[in-house]
């Protein structure tokens, strides 16, 4: 499953709250063995201390390392044709224990022989773009964007949990359905969520705004 991180742009607007301040300068990339794509900063008041950006938005697994996803088809009796569904999909963000300590080698040996990696920084919402953005412009992306029912607020902090809900009526399903019947089935339909942090330049503490993204085709996927 593929990931993608975009470090949009810096807008210069206040930040409430406590967080942790990184700084900009000494900022590094690193792409995991499993190719999770991780920036980390160093912490603006704490020496050898690090911090992680938001990344790693994916579809939820439980404890039995299965996909928290569910797809219900609504019909009359086993063998009548599908008259509808809901879909309930679970996302998060973060990086896991054994990416953690990978990353920490990685700071160690290429930026810090001392630094620590402390977790994630402290985000917000994007107030601009709330919630779990649907993009895209082909069929599947608008039956999506039709049929969503509800959809919870982006999760701030690193493993919460993010839930969206959708009803489909007959046509859609079948739309749907033709998608998972061929492993092969594309759409340029993504799940994006957008976050802010706090990163402090040279100048002035200014506001980095980062988006992730999750395919649908991803979500098929483990749907099938």
């Known amino acids: 499953m593929k990931h993608f991180l975009h470090i949009l742009y810096f807008a210069c607007l206040s930040f409430s709250g406590t967080a942790q301040t990184v700084t900009f300068e000494g900022a590094q990339a690193f792409v995991l063995k499993d190719q999770t794509r991780v920036v980390v900063f160093p912490a603006k008041d704490c020496e050898h201390c690090f911090y992680y950006i938001p990344t790693h938005f994916r579809i939820s697994f439980n404890e039995s390392k299965q996909p928290e996803v569910s797809l219900l088809k609504i019909s009359e009796s086993e063998n009548d044709p599908v008259t509808g569904g809901f879909l309930h999909v679970l996302?998060?963000?973060?990086?896991?224990?054994?990416?953690?300590t990978e990353l920490q080698e990685l700071i160690r040996s290429n930026t810090d022989s001392l630094g620590v990696l402390l977790g994630?920084?402290?985000?917000?919402?994007?107030?601009?773009?709330?919630?779990i953005q649907i993009k895209g412009k082909d069929e599947l992306s608008n039956i999506l964007r039709a049929g969503l029912k509800s959809s919870s607020g982006v999760a701030t902090t690193p493993g919460g949990k993010m839930a969206m809900s959708f009803r489909f009526d007959e046509a859609q399903m079948k739309v749907l359905q033709d998608a998972l019947d061929h492993t092969g089935a594309k759409s340029d339909a993504v799940f994006e969520i957008n976050l802010v942090v706090l990163v402090q330049t040279d100048r002035m503490q200014q506001r980095l705004k980062i988006s992730q993204q999750v395919k649908l085709t991803d979500l098929l996927h483990w749907l099938r």
Request: proline content about 5%; cysteine-free; aromatic content about 10%.
């Open 91 to 100: 996302f998060t963000w973060g990086i896991d224990g054994t990416q953690d």
């Open 120 to 131: 994630a920084t402290t985000a917000e919402n994007d107030t601009t773009l709330p919630g």
